[in-house]
């Protein structure tokens, strides 16, 4: 009797690439498949992998990542058809990837591949979380383990990161002054004198680039007030104020808010976590998570985003001449149009009728999927069915922000040259698990 030893694939040459993932898909053999490179791609053996399928090897990174590079080549139902099939229990190997697997920097960080698990550890305010983070397919709606290494990394309610150290008078919180003592400059007069108010027409890009770039700065960032109490009233400076006031003191003669003699604008300084033991400069907190994550839409918690969970996965809403709105808040609101106070997760989002346009779009895309994953899969489960919603929206919404909206500002050649982003259509990792993706402050 002789020991036979199982035939070895060789490498060989495949199909263009609209036809690789139907061939590499499908095939399940002694020793799984991974198919590497751009347009023409090598099969070649991935060894200790056996009899799974692709779906075993492949991490949720790359599925994430085939979201984006295959869907203009596939229906979606195709694709939704080999989710499915992870969904219903193969799963891979946890991973993380910047952005996505679309070649981002780290302010795309993770994948949500992770999820916080027993033990606890240190997190950068002093703070304790859990530890270590186990394998999920979901990102955390926290920002919570997107770097399995540094879990409280990119988390919401965590300090801002610096490129450069803080500077307060009396080296822990007092404000800046200049070395001889006095106050810096009025920083409205520094405005004005470099900016005008002139508006110059951008003759190539519309109002909506500036506000899809608004709602990005909410998605990484969102600071609260350390107090409750107004600054100023009606335009003029409240006195004594709250300690933690620092009003903008406007000019006699400033070319706008004279005209409404506004002499002050609202200015309070934002929450900080205390460094004590020894006491050390106060850090400002974020309380979103620092990756794209799309949070002014899901939140940072359950209690943020009360609407998240209905019946089919989707977001809770109301529908007005056919089209999809977000419920009102049942709090009320202050304004007299009691029709736009709606509850959404960050009320940011519907400061302007523009900003508002873009969380509509990802709100309604986030119900569209949910129900098109519904009518595939009837069997999931609402929860499964609002995640896997979430985790498509998500890696859509990355790949506008680095593909679409970046290089119009960035330039693309700019762009794929400091390796932003990639011409290939295969999977890239670039993910630098020593890099902190926090949002600078």
């Not at 791609?41 to 590079?69: D, I």
């Not at 195709?78 to 910047?98: A, D, E, H, Y």
């Not at 002499?263 to 934002?270: D, F, G, H």
């Not at 009360?306 to 529908?319: A, C, K």
Request: net charge neutral; hydrophobic share 30%.
């Amino acid at each position: 009797k002789t020991n036979a030893r199982p035939a070895v694939k060789t490498r060989r040459q495949l199909q263009p690439y609209e036809e690789v993932w139907g061939h590499c898909l499908q095939s399940i053999h002694e020793t799984c498949y991974v198919c590497s490179g751009t347009r023409r791609h090598t099969c070649k053996t991935a060894p200790g992998v056996r009899v799974q399928g692709l779906e075993q090897y492949l991490s949720p990174a790359f599925w994430q990542n085939m979201f984006s590079s295959v869907l203009q080549h596939h229906p979606l139902s195709v694709i939704l058809f080999w989710n499915q099939r992870i969904q219903n229990g193969i799963k891979g190997p946890s991973s993380t990837i910047s952005g996505g697997g679309t070649g981002t920097t780290s302010s795309g960080g993770g994948t949500g591949t992770t999820s916080s698990g027993g033990g606890t550890g240190t997190t950068s305010s002093g703070g304790t979380t859990p530890s270590p983070c186990l394998p999920s397919k979901y990102r955390n709606v926290e920002g919570l383990c997107g770097n399995p290494s540094a879990p409280s990394w990119g988390r919401a309610n965590e300090p801002f990161a610096r490129l450069v150290s803080s500077f307060y008078a009396d080296g822990i919180s007092s404000a800046a002054v200049m070395s001889n003592g006095a106050a810096y400059a009025n920083v409205r007069n520094i405005s004005f004198f470099l900016f005008g108010i002139d508006e110059p027409t951008d003759t190539t890009r519309t109002m909506l680039n500036i506000f899809f770039l608004q709602a990005i700065t909410n998605d990484l960032a969102d600071t609260s007030s350390s107090t409750s109490n107004a600054c100023c009233i009606n335009g003029q400076v409240v006195s004594p104020g709250p300690v933690s006031c620092y009003p903008v003191v406007i000019p006699d003669d400033d070319p706008l808010y004279s005209w409404f003699n506004i002499k002050c604008l609202e200015y309070s300084r934002v929450n900080t976590a205390p460094q004590t033991d020894p006491p050390q400069a106060v850090r400002q907190i974020n309380r979103a998570t620092s990756y794209l994550d799309l949070s002014f839409l899901y939140g940072t918690s359950s209690v943020q985003n009360p609407s998240r969970l209905t019946t089919g996965g989707r977001l809770l809403s109301v529908s007005r001449n056919g089209l999809e709105f977000p419920v009102l808040d049942p709090a009320g609101c202050t304004s007299p149009l009691q029709d736009v106070c709606y509850l959404v997760a960050d009320s940011r989002s519907y400061q302007s009728p523009m900003s508002a346009i873009v969380h509509l779009l990802f709100f309604r895309e986030h119900n569209r999927l949910a129900l098109q994953l519904k009518n595939l899969n009837p069997s999931w489960s609402d929860l499964t069915l609002y995640e896997e919603a979430r985790r498509i929206n998500i890696a859509q919404y990355q790949r506008i922000v680095y593909y679409e909206l970046l290089p119009r500002f960035l330039g693309r050649t700019n762009m794929v040259n400091e390796r932003l982003i990639y011409e290939s259509t295969g999977f890239v990792n670039d993910y630098d698990a020593s890099q902190n993706p926090s949002s600078i402050a």
